[in-house]
């Protein structure tokens, strides 16, 4: 993009000064409009101002990864959990420079997912200690006995993790990993989390220059991070992923450069807030399951059945 490429030859130090200049300003409004143009430059210097590694980022890669979070209408409220702007680090001209990398929350996944229109239902959670009573991986049911007290609820153990689709045809797709699971898949493919680190940081056997290198939101919300991962595992595997859906997903946890190629860094320090890096499932098979899905969906006939048959209500 011509606007990617004039943003990027404005090597600013500071994004607060950077902003401010008219070129900036105008490419923003030129792409966004005026009203929601105010809107966006308000919410990516309140992010910026509330992240000192964020102030030390390129200001062009600020802007780069904002903008695609614009682009799919997901905010950047840190309330909201819906997408973050991540300071990384990374090596350029044999100096280190912090860049700014787009990261998808899980309740971003929520909401491109719900937009997509094909999901009649969409949800995950965290399980408790004691709700559980069993999960058939087979037919893919779960019962449980929910905490009814919200509070007590919420400061419980976690033992678990359930997420679950179902499409407007009625085909439903469920999935289950206890806490065991997620904390091996997190110390296996995550370069920000080690479960021997976390245990050392729980019995206060870490320095303070080590504690602050725990930033990672495995370690500081390893609930909400462990979500995400089981709606990546859900809808790359079994869903129906819109253009959006699929854009954010490609792009999630990335750099963008400024000819539109994305980057997926590879450093041995982040300092992110939201940082995991998972396995890829493979993409023809995601493709070619998708592709059939596509057809089936689109059946009018299929449909018409479908409906028929009671399983679709008005």
């Excluded at 963008?256 to 993409?283: A, F, L, N, R, W």
């Excluded at 493709?287 to 009671?310: A, C, L, P, T």
Aim: net charge negative; hydrophobic share 35%.
């Amino acid at each position: 993009m011509a606007v990617e490429n004039q943003i990027n030859s404005m090597q600013q130090p500071k994004f607060s000064v950077a902003i401010q200049k008219e070129i900036y300003q105008k490419l923003i409004y030129n792409t966004l409009g005026e009203q929601r143009g105010i809107q966006f430059i308000a919410a990516v210097s309140t992010a910026v101002a509330n992240n000192p590694k964020l102030q030390q980022c390129d200001a062009g890669s600020i802007i780069r990864a904002a903008l695609l979070g614009e682009s799919l209408n997901l905010s950047l409220s840190p309330q909201l959990g819906q997408c973050y702007l991540i300071p990384y680090p990374k090596k350029q001209n044999g100096t280190e420079v912090y860049v700014a990398q787009f990261q998808l929350g899980y309740k971003g996944y929520l909401q491109l997912a719900i937009r997509s229109g094909y999901y009649k239902k969409i949800n995950v959670l965290p399980i408790k200690v004691g709700e559980l009573e069993y999960f058939d991986p087979l037919e893919e049911q779960i019962k449980v006995h929910m905490i009814e007290d919200e509070e007590v609820r919420e400061n419980a153990d976690t033992m678990g993790y359930y997420a679950m689709f179902e499409y407007l045809n009625g085909f439903k797709k469920a999935i289950y990993w206890s806490k065991k699971k997620m904390e091996t898949h997190a110390d296996t493919y995550s370069k920000a989390f080690s479960l021997e680190t976390r245990e050392k940081l729980n019995h206060g056997e870490l320095s303070q220059w080590e504690k602050d290198k725990c930033s990672s939101f495995w370690y500081k919300n390893f609930d909400a991070m462990a979500c995400k991962t089981m709606l990546r595992q859900l809808i790359s595997k079994w869903g129906i992923m819109s253009i959006e859906l699929q854009e954010a997903y490609e792009k999630d946890m990335s750099l963008i450069h400024e000819d539109g190629k994305v980057e997926y860094p590879d450093s041995t320090q982040p300092v992110t807030e939201e940082e995991t890096t998972e396995p890829e499932p493979e993409m023809e098979y995601v493709q070619e399951h998708q592709d059939s899905v596509q057809q089936i969906m689109s059946n009018e006939e299929f449909f018409q059945g479908m409906e028929k048959g009671g399983v679709i209500n008005e």
